[in-house]
């Protein structure tokens, strides 16, 4: 069984700053990467960043230059540190664990979501 779990949502005023943390736990071949996704309500479930095994890292245009994502391979934790945040930040944010079993073959773990609110 594997347990995905986030923390360190919260409310923040606009300019304020987050740390998100994640981590996966349980029985797990292989991760190919980590990211984090949030979904606004009324919208859809959109990539903010990701982060390989290599720790290369990839970021949507929206938060290039405010967020970074890091990761920690042992023991499987990725994190999300926020800065300037601004009131369109505000969402869920969810933790996405891609995953591949000794078969080769990719699993994708959820974690349960986190809110993140900016708001004065």
């Known amino acids: 069984q594997v347990h995905v779990v986030e923390s360190g949502g919260g409310l923040v005023q606009p300019g304020g700053s987050l740390r998100l943390s994640c981590a996966a736990s349980?029985?797990?071949?292989?991760?190919?990467?980590m990211d984090w996704y949030r979904q606004a309500p009324g919208n859809q479930r959109e990539l903010v960043a990701s982060i390989t095994s290599g720790g290369s890292t990839n970021y949507a245009d929206s938060v290039k230059g405010r967020f970074t994502i890091s990761r920690d391979n042992a023991p499987n934790k990725v994190y999300l540190q926020m800065n300037s945040l601004k009131p369109e930040d505000t969402a869920v944010y969810y933790c996405?664990?891609?995953?591949?079993?000794?078969?080769?073959?990719?699993?994708?773990?959820w974690g349960q979501g986190t809110q993140v609110t900016v708001s004065s």
């Open positions: 349980g029985t797990i071949f292989s991760i190919n990467g």
């Open positions: 996405h664990v891609d995953s591949r079993d000794s078969g080769w073959s990719r699993i994708d773990y």
